[in-house]
């Protein structure tokens, strides 16, 4: 979150990436002075959209802010034929009498039931266990079988298998774009592996990068032509890869099938659509001279039409978009895809705040949290398990470590978490979200999530470092009924909603020497 005075002039951010992030991404408010939380005017601006895009607020010589919000105009252009048409990308605009609070709920029961759709939009969402950080590239059937096996017998619900399953794919070096089986990791593909862990009780996710080709794979080989590129100009490596030309029809149908036909091999009731890298040298080879600054913006809509035509295709299938997290995170994407992975950054302290900021404008149904391993592979920092757990509860709830080398008191705080997150993810996926305690304000953070009728909420407090002889602390609470009582943790103690919002809730002094501690509350009506 960056907060900042409207000035004279012309303030902006922008996208020139050719995708909605990572470095900014497609929504500004403006606020009155002081707005906080729970009071102020706000006026959100989020634009419905995945491509580059520019949003400014200009402030003229009479005081008056104007806010503009489109397409980037850097390196774009439309050829108009007569007679012919152009759409533009919408902006959703929400004012708020009662502060940033007011204006993202509004946003997320917007965008949660109205923008998102299929039968994933208000359903329950699964707890689940991705392999990535489990094996990376180091995998066999037996290995994802004993994942499952022993994730099934913790409660998690479904197995996702990341990237390393096609082609020749042993690195992040070749096979983009090869979608067919790796049999010498895979002999039996993937329909006996489904089977198999469907027979433990789970579902079965998979992992695509489509939108992306290697240099090294047989499809490249084929169709060096099929790439974002201009001729006789270096194309330039991402990752090690290229980037498709979603511009071409061809290739939309190819992509299409590729992964209709892998979708159809088993029973595949997940997909983790990935996209690693951004444009660079924007041409394509079907469109003449004085069509190339069309490029990235056709990209986009031969994106959306493949978006269209597989989700149409697999209505079964959840599906989640994913670009390191932020970096295509964006209305239009949830559309089709009705979660997000939020970050990357798996680190429970850098998730407080990526979290946090994400809720400005996005719901909680649509931000996927994971547990990873200690020390964390990002940041090096070592955290709890149960810090790891409430902060990845704040989400869609999973892991992404090897629990089959996990100790059985690991694996009992592992099925505790698990069991707890079931019991309020209702709340959490679907309940109103209020933010109390900002982790860009200071050492702690708090956050909480109220069901429509107000009889039930959960709430999450954080604190990152530990400090000797520290103050007594509480902190309020928000969005609850002032004139009837709670049980907090089904303790016999009861509260009125009027103490919790005006004094709040204490936090026990007992939270635990050393830093990286957290706290559940569990409210209901009495």
């Not at 009071?39 to 503009?68: C, H, I, M, P, W």
């Not at 108009?80 to 004012?95: H, I, R, W």
């Not at 008191?409 to 959490?428: G, N």
């Amino acid at each position: 979150m960056v907060k900042r005075p409207v000035v004279n002039g012309t303030q902006s951010i922008e996208s020139r990436r050719g995708a909605s992030g990572h470095s900014e991404n497609p929504f500004i408010a403006l606020l009155s002075k002081n707005a906080t939380e729970t009071q102020g005017q706000v006026y959100g601006f989020s634009f419905v959209y995945s491509g580059n895009f520019l949003a400014s607020a200009e402030v003229d010589q009479y005081k008056t802010t104007r806010v503009v919000m489109g397409i980037n105009p850097f390196d774009f252009n439309w050829l108009l034929d007569q007679g012919g048409e152009f759409q533009t990308p919408e902006v959703v605009m929400v004012y708020s009498g009662n502060g940033l609070g007011e204006m993202s709920r509004t946003y997320h029961k917007l965008y949660r039931n109205r923008l998102a759709r299929g039968k994933h939009r208000n359903a329950i969402r699964p707890i689940v266990i991705n392999n990535w950080e489990a094996t990376y590239f180091d995998f066999n059937e037996e290995k994802l079988k004993a994942l499952a096996k022993d994730a099934s017998q913790l409660g998690i619900e479904l197995l996702v298998l990341d990237d390393g399953w096609f082609g020749k794919r042993n690195s992040d070096n070749s096979s983009l774009g090869d979608w067919f089986v790796n049999k010498e990791k895979l002999p039996g593909g993937l329909k006996s592996l489904a089977d198999a862990v469907n027979e433990y009780g789970m579902g079965f996710g998979l992992w695509f990068e489509p939108e992306m080709i290697s240099p090294d794979s047989d499809l490249y080989r084929t169709h060096p032509d099929w790439c974002i590129h201009v001729p006789d100009r270096q194309r330039s490596l991402g990752r090690n890869q290229l980037i498709l030309d979603l511009t071409r029809s061809d290739v939309q149908d190819a992509v299409i099938k590729m992964i209709s036909d892998v979708l159809s091999s088993a029973n595949i009731t997940y997909v983790k659509w990935d996209m690693n890298r951004n444009m660079s040298e924007i041409g394509s080879d079907l469109l003449p001279p004085e069509r190339q600054m069309e490029t990235a913006h056709r990209y986009i809509l031969g994106l959306y039409r493949i978006l269209e035509s597989i989700t149409e295709r697999f209505p079964e299938i959840l599906f989640e978009s994913c670009s390191g997290g932020g970096g295509r995170f964006d209305p239009g994407i949830l559309y089709y895809m009705p979660q997000n992975w939020t970050s990357d950054d798996t680190d429970g302290v850098e998730r407080l705040k990526i979290q946090f900021g994400t809720s400005i404008i996005y719901p909680c149904s649509v931000m996927t949290a994971h547990v990873s391993a200690a020390p964390n592979h990002q940041t090096g920092r070592s955290t709890s398990m149960e810090f790891r757990g409430d902060v990845a509860m704040a989400g869609n709830f999973g892991y992404e470590l090897d629990v089959t080398k996990m100790t059985e008191e690991e694996k009992e705080v592992i099925k505790e978490q698990v069991k707890t997150y079931k019991e309020i993810r209702q709340l959490v996926q679907y309940g109103d979200f209020y933010r109390l305690l900002s982790p860009f304000d200071g050492n702690v953070t708090a956050w909480m999530y109220v069901s429509e009728d107000k009889k039930d909420a959960v709430v999450f407090f954080y604190k990152i470092l530990t400090t000797p002889n520290d103050a007594l602390y509480h902190f309020q609470l928000t969005g609850l009924k002032e004139d009837v009582d709670y049980t907090v943790n089904g303790d016999d103690t009861v509260i009125s909603g009027a103490q919790l919002m005006n004094y709040g809730l204490n936090v026990p002094t007992q939270l635990g020497w050393g830093d990286f501690k957290s706290k559940r509350y569990r409210l209901k009506m009495k």
